[in-house]
């Protein structure tokens, strides 16, 4: 056992019974390679990733390649998702190497902790010839070695002001410039398959959420045919569980047919709004019913008993990717019975298999009845026949070993799907989602919160780690959420004591954007900061939108001030190259028409409220009580003669109030 026997990280925990003498991310192992003067190696992963796993078999399990990195490095490390800090500072060093980014992530540090080489994965002999190779340039080239790391620290301490030549931009918002980036994001489209044009395939909500609010602003078809044709892929694709629920990382192909089989709280947690807002845009009950089996993996598999939700499933189990998910022909042949032959014309099932060592995944490409029709094996009780065949491969896939829970909560990603659950509840009315993002709202703010800020983890009943920029932004987004479903201002005020905190802990005046660790966290080489969109947004444009939204909604033009400065700024590279800023094209396609504030007012707000919510209008703010309340953008507003009003209102312009959903979409333009 080494020292992470002592940690609560599960991936940590996984590394404690290796022979490698592995320290925690801190101050005892950069003390002591300074003392004995020995690099470091930082080597970064996650519980779920499957090359993690592969590494940690192959080499730091084996005694001999332990003796190598024992012997001449001090040995550290870091779950990536407990610690995003540590992986973003030597990530940006890895890049600036030259090499392509992943994990595991190892990175060689002098004993400053400044980088001077990193890789991904190796193989054993080829990790090896490494530490020798790393051992003997340190001893005989150190000075060479010192001035290529204080190189990349220099380029890693440069502004993003410097770095990206931001300046401001008159605020001339535009429906021309989101035809431009439309056409720019459109050039990467698959047409065929939807996503990006690429393989591996990751879904992008941020793109997915910019193209629903572009249709809303311009209805441009061609944007609504790829938010189809997208989702609707994804949704039918291997990398949806068929099964169970919930969607898998990646697809390694371009077909969304193999996923790397891990399932992440933040892929889903953002997925779901997605699909909501499409299900609210489109109708199509595709879309609806994946929402519905995936939360319900949520609330059996990821959900803690006290609100929150875990983080990650692996991969692996049983030391192989995908078994838990995987069929082979007679498996399925002694399951179903006569019900075998159409449910393997259905899913192309053979002896052979349709991925590797004679293994079937279920994969789809187009609409389950469509594909049914085609083939000639619909009848009048498919559905139902459909349904019982997946019910009984989930119970019969319940008894396998299941992939390995990573049980710790992040703020960040439950903020994600407090929002996610938030949007589901407003596109499909179901109530369970409405108490489930309340409950994980209340463990937030009573686990994860102590006055008036956030901690970044949650695990074995104890709090820790300080909240990240991405905690503060992704629960603030979750609060704001909250309000709009229920009205408890309660839901406001610790939205805004968070945006406070981060204006005095996180914002940087001479840059105008916001660092990603907190003023009061333990420093690292380099204070960096998240301008760039990926699988999760930017935690600088989800703060951008958040201090837009709750600017208007609390009628803080500082606030406002802030969006507007930090997204000005970023119109060049939106112009240039949407796809890595799309949600930051998501708050301009929200600066291009006015905001519609929404107030609902009288006995009846919370019915009215969820009626109108079942609609597609992604650029709106709700507000509403049954009696009265504070807020500046409900003064002097009331029910109408006992009746529940609604105020449909443009940059605090009200035109007349209504008393009825159908008359309050006319004014919003949709009826």
Not at 130 to 149: C, G, M
Not at 296 to 324: C, Q, R, T, V
Not at 351 to 380: C, D, F, Q, R, V
């Amino acid at each position: 056992m080494n020292r992470l026997s002592q940690e609560s990280s599960p991936y940590l925990l996984q590394h404690a019974h290796n022979p490698v003498d592995w320290f925690p991310w801190g101050e005892e192992a950069l003390t002591k390679a300074k003392k004995e003067n020995k690099p470091i190696l930082v080597s970064i992963g996650y519980s779920a990733c499957h090359w993690c796993h592969v590494m940690e078999r192959e080499s730091f399990e084996k005694e001999y390649v332990a003796d190598v990195m024992n012997e001449h490095f001090i040995c550290i490390k870091v779950d990536r998702e407990e610690r995003p800090d540590v992986d973003a500072v030597y990530m940006d060093a890895l890049q600036a190497m030259g090499t392509r980014g992943g994990w595991p992530l190892n990175v060689f540090l002098l004993p400053d902790a400044k980088p001077f080489y990193g890789v991904t994965y190796l193989p054993p002999q080829n990790w090896i010839q490494l530490l020798n190779s790393i051992r003997d340039a340190f001893t005989k080239h150190y000075t060479e070695l010192a001035n290529s790391a204080e190189g990349f620290v220099q380029n890693m301490l440069l502004s993003e002001t410097e770095k990206y030549g931001l300046k401001n931009q008159p605020s001339d918002y535009s429906e021309d410039n989101l035809d431009a980036m439309f056409e720019k994001l459109k050039t990467n489209f698959d047409t065929d398959k939807g996503g990006m044009d690429r393989a591996p395939k990751f879904p992008m909500p941020s793109i997915y959420k910019f193209l629903l609010r572009y249709y809303d602003v311009t209805q441009n078809p061609e944007a609504l045919e790829h938010i189809e044709r997208s989702l609707t892929r994804i949704a039918l694709g291997g990398i949806y569980d068929h099964v169970g629920g919930g969607w898998s990382r990646y697809s390694v192909d371009e077909d969304w047919f193999i996923p790397h089989f891990e399932k992440m709280l933040y892929d889903n947690a953002q997925l779901l709004s997605i699909y909501a807002e499409a299900f609210a845009l489109t109708q199509n009950p595709l879309f609806a019913g994946r929402i519905r089996q995936s939360i319900s993996w949520l609330e059996n598999e990821m959900a803690s008993p006290h609100g929150g939700f875990y983080s990650a499933l692996d991969a692996d189990s049983e030391g192989i990717e995908g078994k838990f998910y995987i069929w082979t022909e007679q498996e399925l042949k002694d399951l179903l019975g006569q019900d075998f032959s159409w449910f393997s014309s259905l899913y192309s099932i053979s002896k052979k298999g349709n991925w590797e060592h004679g293994y079937n995944h279920l994969h789809l490409t187009n609409n389950i009845k469509a594909t049914a029709l085609k083939m000639g094996i619909y009848s009048e009780t498919f559905e139902q026949d459909y349904t019982a065949v997946l019910a009984l491969l989930h119970r019969e896939r319940s008894k396998r070993i299941r992939p390995g829970l990573d049980d710790k909560i992040l703020a960040s990603w439950n903020g994600l799907l407090i929002k996610g659950l938030s949007d589901c509840y407003g596109a499909l009315g179901d109530e369970t989602y409405r108490t489930m993002a309340l409950r994980a709202g209340e463990f937030i703010h009573t686990k994860m919160s102590t006055e008036g800020r956030l901690w970044h983890n949650y695990k074995g009943d104890k709090a820790s780690i300080v909240a990240f920029l991405e905690d503060y932004a992704a629960v603030v987004d979750g609060y704001l959420a909250l309000y709009q479903i229920t009205f408890d201002q309660n839901w406001l005020s610790r939205a805004q004591a968070l945006c406070d905190y981060t204006i005095v802990h996180f914002y940087d005046s001479n840059d105008g954007y916001f660092f990603f660790t907190d003023s009061a966290a333990d420093p690292l080489i380099a204070r960096k900061k998240e301008l760039f969109d990926n699988v999760i947004p930017a935690s600088n444009s989800m703060m951008a939108n958040n201090l837009y939204f709750l600017g208007k909604i609390l009628d803080r033009p500082d606030y406002l001030e802030y969006a507007d400065n930090m997204l000005s700024r970023m119109q060049n590279l939106m112009l240039t190259d949407v796809q890595w800023v799309t949600n930051w094209a998501t708050l301009y396609c929200c600066r291009v028409t006015p905001t519609a504030e929404v107030v609902i007012v009288g006995e009846y707000a919370d019915q009215l409220r969820k009626d109108l919510d079942r609609f597609f209008i992604p650029n709106k703010i709700m507000l509403g009580t049954v009696t009265h309340s504070d807020l500046p953008l409900m003064q002097y507003k009331t029910d109408i003669n006992g009746k529940t009003a609604i105020y449909v209102c443009f940059d605090k312009t009200c035109q007349l109030p209504v008393t009825n959903v159908e008359a309050a979409l006319r004014q919003l333009g949709g009826g």
